[in-house]
Antibody, heavy 117, light 107 residues
Framework: EVQLVESGGGLVQPGGSVRLSCAASGFTFSSYAMSWVRQAPGKGLEWVSSFSSGAGGDSTYYADSVKGRFTISRDNSKNTLYLQMNSLRAEDTAVYYC????????WGQGTLVTVSS | EIVLTQSPATLSLSPGERATLSCRASQSISSYLAWYQQKPGQAPRLLIYDASNRATGIPARFSGSGSGTDFTLTISSLEPEDFAVYYCQQRRKWPLTFGGGTKVEIK
């Protein structure tokens, strides 16, 4: 059974940093692209970042809204995906979902990040 | 960036009725479109991928069609558990983008 369990969310001050983790199980983690998708309270889904691996090597992609502030990474030995979030703003407040594959076929339950003073 | 426009924003129907949801892309995305269902307090669930392929475990009452710029998700006969928000998403080009969603509510 595929499981994606996010952690690391919480309350953070504007300008602060937080690192999200996503522990994956039930599939060969290293074989799949992984992504982060967020959802602000009462709003729709917004893609944040993806990490893919192919014949040409690893590739990372970011939404313009987070480029230069967020960094996606993965540790295949630990079956874990990360999202380092720096220079956080109020508009980054959202539930952050970890997601497997493209198209996304499994989602975690999400972790809430609240950016507020 | 490819913009996905979903319509209508809200669809008010009764159980047993047919639901037709639309997703229009600002440029051709071939068949690289997925549909997701999200219920309150839950993560999204994949329904349809590559425009017309049902994901594992998805009932046959859900079907997808279209290619290029115009796509449709059809629920042939609404069950009580189908009232939710539906999103389309394209993976033809980076950045990945989602539509704004269609809420299917009980009339």
């Amino acid at each position: 059974e595929v499981q994606l369990v996010e952690s690391g969310g919480g309350l953070v001050q504007p300008g602060g940093s937080v690192r999200l983790s996503c522990a994956a199980s039930g599939f060969t983690f290293s074989s799949y692209a992984m992504s982060w998708v967020r959802q602000a309270p009462g709003k729709g889904l917004e893609w944040v970042s993806s990490f893919s691996s192919g014949a040409g090597g690893d590739s990372t992609y970011y939404a313009d809204s987070v480029k230069g502030r967020f960094t996606i990474s993965r540790d295949n030995s630990k079956n874990t995906l990360y999202l380092q979030m720096n220079s956080l703003r109020a508009e980054d407040t959202a539930v952050y979902y970890c997601a497997k594959n493209l198209p996304i076929d499994y989602w975690g339950q999400g972790t809430l990040v609240t950016v507020s003073s | 960036e490819i913009v996905l426009t979903q319509s209508p924003a809200t669809l008010s129907l009764s159980p047993g009725e047919r639901a037709t949801l639309s997703c229009r892309a600002s440029q051709s995305i071939s068949s690289y479109l997925a549909w997701y269902q999200q219920k309150p307090g839950q993560a999204p669930r994949l329904l349809i991928y590559d425009a017309s392929n049902r994901a594992t475990g998805i009932p046959a009452r859900f079907s997808g069609s279209g290619s290029g710029t115009d796509f449709t998700l059809t629920i042939s006969s609404l069950e009580p558990e189908d009232f939710a928000v539906y999103y389309c998403q394209q993976r033809r080009k980076w950045p990945l983008t989602f539509g704004g969603g269609t809420k299917v509510e009980i009339k």
